[in-house]
């Protein structure tokens, strides 16, 4: 059963589509890396994921139950806020968690804590920095012992020493217990190091989705001579242009056209390319 399908899922603020027309799928797992441009969509796809907004359109199921309203049993979600009961200690709220839901073990969040060195744990929760609220929200949502583990910018907050830890704790969780995750990043090169699934989106739609080195691997980056490119096939994605040369993305490249140099992006320059090309879109829609 699939972690996370969602079909024509959208949802609407006003008149403003955040989400539109997406329809994608997480194997059971997956390490997802949820990417995009700010306001592309990826909190308020996540939060619908978790059950905290209602899609306007499509539908998503979380194992093949539609979530509707509330959050799958077995998913935990860390959401971009990180609200958290403000006034309690850490180890309080750990037991405070643990007396809510029968399934929830305090052990796990405990052992979690304990691979972060900066939390204290007898700490009010109000008194910790934003990556101290960070690492305490996943501890909890580890402690859910959840099968999909949905994260919204879980390295934002935090600093290097830290977004090791983090990165570290949630290969052991996959590794361990097999869990799936989905996690929205702008840190990309960090994203390389625990993903293998790709979820891009721009403008609320789906731009890019599936196993990371096939999606690598049907795209090419060429170099080459700034004045002709009537020898280059393939979708073109983005392109930047200088005096000296041209540096294009495409997709389902043919091989590389004499006097071009071509290569296999990385995660880092796909996903930058794509950007770009949203950016270029959006500011020539500006332009009119
Ligand atoms: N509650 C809301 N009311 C109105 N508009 C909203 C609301 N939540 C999100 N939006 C709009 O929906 C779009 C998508 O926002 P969302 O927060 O999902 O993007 P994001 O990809 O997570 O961005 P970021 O990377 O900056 O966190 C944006 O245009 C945002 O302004």
Not at 33 to 49: D, E, H, Q
Not at 68 to 82: C, E, K, P, T
Not at 109 to 128: F, I, N, R, S, Y
Request: proline letters at 5%; a negative charge; charged letters at 25%.
């Amino acid at each position: 059963m699939n972690p996370l399908t969602a079909t024509a899922l959208g949802k609407r603020y006003g008149t403003h589509w955040a989400v539109r027309d997406c329809g994608f799928t997480i194997p059971e797992g997956k390490v997802v890396a949820l990417v995009g441009p700010n306001g592309a969509g990826k909190s308020t796809l996540l939060r619908m994921a978790a059950g905290l907004v209602r899609p306007t359109t499509g539908e998503l199921t979380a194992f093949g139950t539609p979530v509707r309203g509330r959050i799958h049993q077995d998913v935990s979600f860390l959401a971009q806020n990180r609200p958290l009961h403000r006034d309690l200690e850490v180890r309080e709220l750990v037991r405070y968690c643990a007396s809510m839901n029968d399934r929830w073990s305090a052990e796990r969040a405990h052992e979690v804590l304990a691979l972060q060195a900066g939390v204290d744990q007898d700490a009010k929760v109000g008194t910790l920095s934003a990556g101290g609220l960070t690492q305490v929200a996943i501890a909890l949502a580890l402690g859910r012992l959840p099968r999909l583990l949905l994260l919204d910018e879980p390295l934002a907050d935090l600093d290097p020493l830290a977004r090791d830890e983090t990165l570290r704790i949630i290969m052991a969780e996959v590794a361990d217990r097999g869990t799936t995750v989905v996690m929205s990043s702008h840190l990309l090169s960090d994203l390389r190091e625990v993903c293998d699934h790709l979820l891009l989106v721009d403008e609320g739609r789906v731009q890019v989705s599936g196993d990371i080195e096939e999606v690598l691997a049907e795209h090419r980056i060429l170099v080459g001579p700034p004045a002709d490119e009537s020898a280059v096939e393939g979708t073109l994605i983005s392109a930047t242009r200088t005096e000296r040369q041209s540096t294009l993305l495409l997709r389902e490249a043919r091989p590389t056209p004499e006097g071009w140099a071509g290569a296999e992006p990385d995660l880092e320059s796909l996903v930058m390319g794509y950007l770009r090309a949203s950016r270029e879109r959006r500011s020539s829609a500006e332009r009119g």
